[in-house]
């Protein structure tokens, strides 16, 4: 292992020492989701029309992955400066394994998607782009219920994604050709 190496691995476990601590002090209130970008901390309202579209993509994941693999609201580390994501939507990959601390590690999310909450949506769109970039997830999927369009992001290279896609909410999203391997349907996704 190089010195660079060595400073790597330090550096992440601090990271994930401080985020333990966060995480740890926080008071979120019942009906709220709370997860820390860049070392700040956000808690944001669910909304029924959020709700609704997680719960339409995690059934239509369910049509091929079991229920272990997919995760909603639970917390993964992500690269970058104190990156612990609470996503909408999360796919594993199968035989995925918790850490030694007890969480999911970011090497092993296939697939991401977020919904757009009014006062968190630059995140989505910002620096959980670029985490997720980071991190290489192969699919990230940004729905965004006030401009009723969906934002596919795939093919992470060198800590950004070449290739994207936006839908208007309605049209599939064919998606076989990337790790998801099935097309999503956004007709019934409603709009705020």
């Avoid at 719960?55 to 104190?82: A, C, M, N, T």
């Avoid at 219920?145 to 049209?171: M, N, R």
Wanted: glycine share 8%; proline share 5%.
């Amino acid at each position: 292992m190089s010195v660079l190496d060595d400073r790597i691995t330090m550096a992440d476990n601090i990271n994930q020492q401080i985020l333990d601590e966060m995480f740890a002090q926080m008071s979120v209130p019942e009906g709220y989701k709370a997860e820390i970008v860049e070392g700040a901390i956000y808690m944001s309202p669910q909304r029924d029309t959020h709700w609704e579209i997680i719960l339409d993509i995690v059934e239509q994941l369910r049509s091929k992955y079991p229920r272990k693999r997919l995760k909603s609201d639970v917390r993964i580390d992500y690269p970058g400066h104190l990156n612990g994501f609470a996503t909408d939507v999360t796919l594993l990959a199968e035989g995925a394994v918790k850490t030694q601390s007890g969480n999911w590690r970011y090497e092993d999310v296939q697939f991401v998607a977020e919904v757009i909450s009014r006062s968190t949506g630059t995140n989505d769109y910002g620096p959980k782009l670029a985490a997720y970039a980071a991190a290489e997830v192969p699919v990230y999927l940004i729905a965004d219920p006030y401009t009723g369009k969906c934002h596919v992001h795939t093919q992470p290279k060198e800590g950004s994604y070449i290739s994207e896609l936006t839908v208007d909410f309605g049209a599939s999203l064919d998606l076989t050709g990337t790790p998801l391997g099935l097309t999503l349907t956004t007709g019934e996704f409603p709009r705020d």
